[in-house]
């Protein structure tokens, strides 16, 4: 199953929003060191990196 940016927000607390802007380094609006932290961890442990990895195959 693909994960979605929903998953991790909900999983990390924070908007659906705020989980894009992180995980595609937009630096439009700062988010905390702490929640950057805890929504890359989040990402990271739900294979959300891996799967944008092979997502062009």
Known sequence: ?????KDIAEKS????STVS????NDTS???KQETID???QIA???GYFEQRA???L
């Not at 199953?1 to 940016?5: Q, R, T, Y």
């Not at 607390?13 to 659906?16: M, T």
């Not at 802007?21 to 595609?24: A, D, E, K, T, V």
């Open 1 to 5: 199953m693909a994960v979605k940016l």
């Open 13 to 16: 607390g924070v908007s659906i």
């Open 21 to 24: 802007r992180i995980l595609s």
């Open 29 to 31: 609006r700062k988010s």
């Open 38 to 40: 805890k929504v890359v």
């Open 44 to 46: 990271r442990g739900m």
């Open 54 to 56: 092979f997502a062009h």
